[in-house]
């Protein structure tokens, strides 16, 4: 635990110079612990329904899970007025910062890379312990990036823990739109499966820099009949990327991009018996990664 004093000290009394974001459930902010540690600060608005329920699911997710792409909580703080959670400051901010500003423009290495890690984050959750996790508000703006552009998953404050021979579970908490997985948002219903619907939006959106809510993406009733609705699914890739990507083998490209379209629709099936398990998503991803970098040592 830690007071509310020393987060004051080290947030000069949480300004508003170093907000960081703002979430669901309340403000995040940058800070300096008394031993130097930066940090970043979650402060919840206790006045919101479903704060406390939030705060105490991911302090109770966070302090159990220990894993390279996941977020790390420092420590916490709770008194009758206050409560916070000290996590890892991400110095490279969200995905989607860098998936929409101006200033930022991933290549294709780092967003495979990106995908590398999110997908072995899900395997963690799903597969990685007695009970399996699941995030239940996968998107961009909870995928953080460390200095090394190492992604990592965090805000767990609706996270679910299937308990053991029960591969599913009910909950009226919703998600964010766009990337809810159809039984989660119209049934409630919420297992693995959902998490995988939520990565397959991702890997759209992170190729053709498209938001699940983009007017052209809900004009065709959603992003993935959007992309499998065109003829030439090369018409959809980022022109950004594009761009980064000139002067690289044509075909060689295309395969690539095409391979992740394909991963993100399998992923993104409206049923969720026709999506693949985790295992089988870092297997393919992971596959892709390799690829990539083979051709790039190879100066394709």
């Known amino acids: 635990m830690i007071s509310y004093h020393e987060l004051c000290l080290g947030k000069n009394n949480f300004c508003e110079s170093n907000l960081l974001g703002i979430g669901g459930f309340g403000f995040v902010y940058k800070g300096v612990l008394v031993d ?3 940090a970043a600060i979650k402060v ?24 390279r792409n996941l977020v790390k909580v420092i420590s916490t703080c709770s008194n009758p007025e206050f409560r916070a959670m000290v996590l890892q400051f991400m110095s490279n901010g969200s995905l989607k910062k860098w998936l929409y500003s101006h200033n930022y423009c991933l290549n294709l290495v780092q967003r495979v890379s990106i995908m590398v890690d999110v997908a072995l984050a899900l395997d963690y959750l799903h597969n990685g312990q007695l009970e399996s996790m699941v995030h239940c508000d996968l998107k961009p703006s909870n995928i953080l990036l460390d200095e090394d552009m190492v992604a990592h998953v965090g805000d767990f404050g609706i996270a679910k823990i299937l308990v053991e021979n029960n591969d599913a579970t009910h909950t009226k908490t919703i998600g964010t739109v766009g990337y809810i997985a159809p039984e989660y948002g119209s049934e409630g219903r919420v297992f693995t499966k959902g998490d995988i619907y939520s990565y397959g939006i991702i890997l759209l959106e992170m190729i053709t820099r498209k938001k699940p809510t983009d007017e052209i993406v809900v004009g065709e ?11 030439d699914q090369m018409e959809v890739v980022d022109d950004g990327l594009l761009r980064i990507e000139d002067g690289r083998d044509v075909t060689a490209l295309q395969t690539i991009l095409s391979s992740i ?20 998503v870092v297997a393919r991803v992971n596959k892709i990664k390799l690829t990539l970098l083979g051709n790039r040592n190879r100066g394709v």
């Open 44 to 67: 919840l608005n206790l006045q919101l329904e479903g704060a406390l329920r939030s705060f105490d699911v991911e302090c109770k997710v966070l302090r159990a899970i220990r894993h």
């Open 261 to 280: 379209l394909e991963l993100g629709l399998r992923c993104s099936e409206e049923l969720p018996n026709g999506r693949l398990d985790i295992k089988d």
């Open 221 to 231: 009733l959603g992003m993935r009949q959007w992309i499998a609705s065109l003829h």
């Open 36 to 38: 130097g540690t930066i």
